[in-house]
């Protein structure tokens, strides 16, 4: 085959044209970090980026939802403490109501303390998170005690309040108080109502069947009920750490794919790059040689 000056010129053109491409390409990637720009640069790698950044976006909403999570463990935690030391203190007002030393007024003082603890107790029942009632079961916008009431919101339930907090895997993350805090409430109305009617600590002590110990069955069944649910909430608790730390693992995991999926190898697109540009320059300087530029060099 005849080879001319114009095919010499042409494949010299289009050789050059490739060269600029590709060193092209390899300062976009020196320059963006990127192994590609495009999705058509690379289109498994492109599918490969988007799952990963997917993982990434559910691991950000996960994070999200434990920390919703960890609120409202939290929250029912501390309130279920301040019930135990109030349960505390009215286990002594009962005992001290108990001594037959005490006037009918001294058990009316210790009633009015009790009344104001039992108010304080349904506040606690009405505890929130975000203008949710943490006690109410899934009934999340209606109060344990409403205002005046004389009784447990009957529009409230017992059911869990469920978050999921990675792929399939949900946590409970409410306390119902539904039976807890009704069972106090009627204990305690129960108790203010002795101080108010009966006359002598005998009786008073009887009704409320205290024994020898000063052990109050009603109000320790009403206690043990209070620390089943903090351990409950413990147990949740350390649950919710461990799902953390699962997480946080993921997510560095994902991150390094992602990276070895897009990043680029400087040192290696460094190389290449200074690579290519020898090699044009070369290109550039043997075409210049091969292709006569005017008819005088013919007639040379």
Known sequence: MRVTQSMLSSNMLRNLSNSYSKMGKLQDQITTGRKFTRPSDDPVSTVKGMSYRTDLNKAEQFNRNIRTVNSWLDTSDDALDQVGSALHRVKELIVQAANDTNTLDDRIKIKAEIDQIKEQLRDLANTKVADKYVFSGTKTHSAVFEKGAEEVNSNINSEDVIIEVFDGIT??????????????????????????????????????????????????????????????????????????????????????????????????????????????????????????????????
């Open 171 to 300: 946590m409970k993350v409410n306390t119902p108080g539904e039976k807890l805090f009704g069972d106090i409430d009627k204990f305690m109305g129960k108790v203010s109502e002795l101080l108010a009617t009966a006359t002598t600590g005998e009786e008073f002590s009887k009704t409320l069947g205290i024994n020898a110990d000063d052990d109050i069955p009603g109000l320790e069944k009403i206690y043990e009920d209070v620390l089943s649910h903090r351990a409950d909430i413990g147990a949740r608790q350390n649950r919710v750490e461990m799902m953390t730390n699962r997480l946080e693992s993921h997510e560095i995991n994902v991150t390094k794919q992602m990276s070895e999926n897009e990043d680029v190898d400087y040192a290696k697109a460094i190389t290449e790059m200074v690579t290519a540009e020898s090699i044009h320059q070369a290109a550039l300087s043997v075409g210049a040689k091969i292709i006569q530029q005017t008819l005088v060099d013919f007639i040379r």
